[in-house]
């Protein structure tokens, strides 16, 4: 029997809120939120739940943030 392929599946979405980025990149919630407090992330901060566009996560995210603690 195969083993099924148990990652995420990308969806199409322009803005991710924190649980997007949960079930796409398999981190915990609160590794997201701490990520979210960083100023270098443009965070959708008056809306709820938070949201971030895909774009610009993914370019911080491809990017060494030791500072944080959690990548």
């Keep these: 029997m195969e083993k099924e392929n148990t990652l995420p599946?990308?969806?199409?979405k322009v803005l991710l809120?924190?649980?997007d980025i949960v079930n796409e990149y398999g981190m915990s919630l609160p590794a997201v939120y701490k990520i979210f407090k960083c100023k270098?992330?443009?965070?959708q901060t008056y809306t709820?739940?938070?949201?971030?566009?895909?774009?610009?996560?993914?370019?911080?995210?491809?990017v060494r943030h030791d500072e944080l603690g959690i990548l």
């Design 17 to 19: 809120s924190p649980e």
């Design 9 to 12: 599946k990308r969806t199409d």
């Design 48 to 62: 709820k739940p938070y949201l971030v566009k895909r774009d610009k996560f993914e370019e911080f995210f491809n």
């Design 40 to 43: 270098e992330l443009p965070v």
